[in-house]
C-alpha cells in the first residue's frame, strides 16, 4: 500500500511565479490536510480537504494561496505570485476519518 | 484555546541510554488523541505512536512508550535503548473534533543521540 505522495519533492520559483503542489492521498483515504513549515519550526496548519469540499481553511493566507481536493486526482496547492517569505517545506498528510494522519515526504519550496 | 507545549527545544542521550521528551497539552475536550511523530533529516513525518484520551493503558511500540497523564495534560515520550537512528526533531500533536477534526502540533524537540 503506497503511502502519500507528494510531487514535485523540490520546486524553485521566482518571485512572481505560481507554484503548484500535489499530494495524492494513501490509497482509501478521503481526507487531505496541508501544512507549512518553516525552517527550525514546527507544523503549522493550513487547510483541510474532502473530496471536492474544503473544510477548514483558518490557516490559509487570504490571498495567493489556494487548494483543492477534486473528485479525481491529487490535491493541489496553488501559490501565486510567490514571494521569498513563501520559502518553505510544505507537507501533506491524509487520514481516514477521525484517525492518524499519515504525511507524505514534503515539497521543498524555494522562492528566488 | 487549543494548545501544545513542548519545553525542551533539544536534548541528547547517549546511546543505548532512556530518554525522555516531554509535552504538555491544554483542551477542553474530553475526547482525543494523542501522537507524537519523528522528523529525521530526510525530513519525513513519520507516526512514532499514539495514544487514546479514553485508554488509561499507556501505549507502546516497542523501545518507545507513553507516560499519559489525563489530569494534568501530561503525554512524555520515553525512548529506551537509544539508538543513532532516532536523532530527529520530535513533535507532540493531539487530534480533537470540534465541528472537524483538527491537529495540533508543538514545537518541537531535537534529540541527538551520541555514540
Known amino acids: 500500500n503506497a503511502g502519500v505522495m507528494q510531487n514535485p519533492r523540490h520546486l524553485v520559483r521566482r518571485r512572481g511565479q505560481e507554484a503548484r503542489l500535489r499530494c495524492s492521498p494513501m490509497?482509501?483515504?478521503?481526507?487531505v490536510y496541508w501544512y507549512r513549515q518553516l525552517p527550525e519550526e514546527g507544523l503549522k496548519f493550513m487547510v483541510y480537504?474532502?473530496?471536492?469540499?474544503?473544510?477548514?481553511e483558518s490557516g490559509m493566507p487570504k490571498e495567493r494561496f489556494s487548494a483543492e481536493f477534486p473528485k479525481e486526482g491529487p490535491s493541489i496547492l496553488r501559490i501565486q505570485q510567490v514571494v521569498r517569505g513563501d520559502s518553505a517545506a510544505y507537507f501533506c498528510a491524509s487520514s481516514l476519518p477521525s484517525n492518524t494522519q499519515y504525511f507524505g515526504p514534503g515539497t521543498r519550496l524555494t522562492v528566488l | 484555546a487549543q494548545t501544545v507545549t513542548q519545553s525542551q527545544p533539544e536534548m541528547s542521550v547517549q546511546e543505548a541510554e532512556t530518554v525522555t521528551l516531554s509535552c504538555t497539552y491544554d483542551?477542553?475536550?474530553?475526547?482525543?488523541?494523542l501522537f507524537w511523530y519523528k522528523q529525521p533529516p530526510s525530513r519525513q513525518m513519520i507516526l512514532v505512536i499514539r495514544?487514546?484520551?479514553?485508554?488509561?493503558q499507556n501505549a507502546t511500540e516497542n523501545r518507545f512508550s507513553v507516560n499519559f497523564q489525563k489530569a494534568a495534560k501530561s503525554f512524555s515520550l520515553k525512548i529506551s535503548d537509544s539508538q543513532l537512528g532516532d536523532t530527529a526533531m520530535y513533535f507532540c500533536a493531539f487530534m480533537i473534533y470540534s465541528g472537524t477534526y483538527k491537529y495540533i502540533f508543538g514545537t518541537g524537540t531535537r534529540l541527538k543521540v551520541l555514540a
Open positions: 490509497k482509501g483515504h478521503s481526507h
Open positions: 483542551t477542553s475536550e474530553s475526547n482525543y488523541y
Open positions: 480537504l474532502q473530496k471536492e469540499n474544503i473544510i477548514d
Open positions: 495514544q487514546e484520551a479514553y485508554k488509561q
